[in-house]
């Protein structure tokens, strides 16, 4: 399958301090599990409330 093909858009970028990529990002991924579907667990797991009360930035 090329890149075209797969429905991805090799130009987008989420900035990431190289720390965050580093210590979160990369530990999380698993195996052959693609960063888009990495991003897409995180983000359904994400509650907004839980990271204001425990005072993560947003």
């Known amino acids: ?4 093909d797969s ?3 090799a130009k987008t970028a989420i ?9 979160v990002v ?3 991924k698993r195996g052959a599990e693609t ?3 990495l ?3 995180m983000a359904e797991q994400y509650d907004p409330e839980q990271a204001e ?3 993560f930035e947003r």
Do not use: F, N
């Open 7 to 9: 429905g991805y858009d």
């Open 53 to 55: 009360t425990a005072g």
């Open 15 to 23: 900035p990431l301090r190289v720390s965050t990529r580093e210590e």
């Open 35 to 37: 960063y888009d579907s």
């Open 39 to 41: 991003i897409r667990k």
């Open 26 to 28: 990369i530990p999380l």
């Open 1 to 4: 399958m090329s890149e075209s």
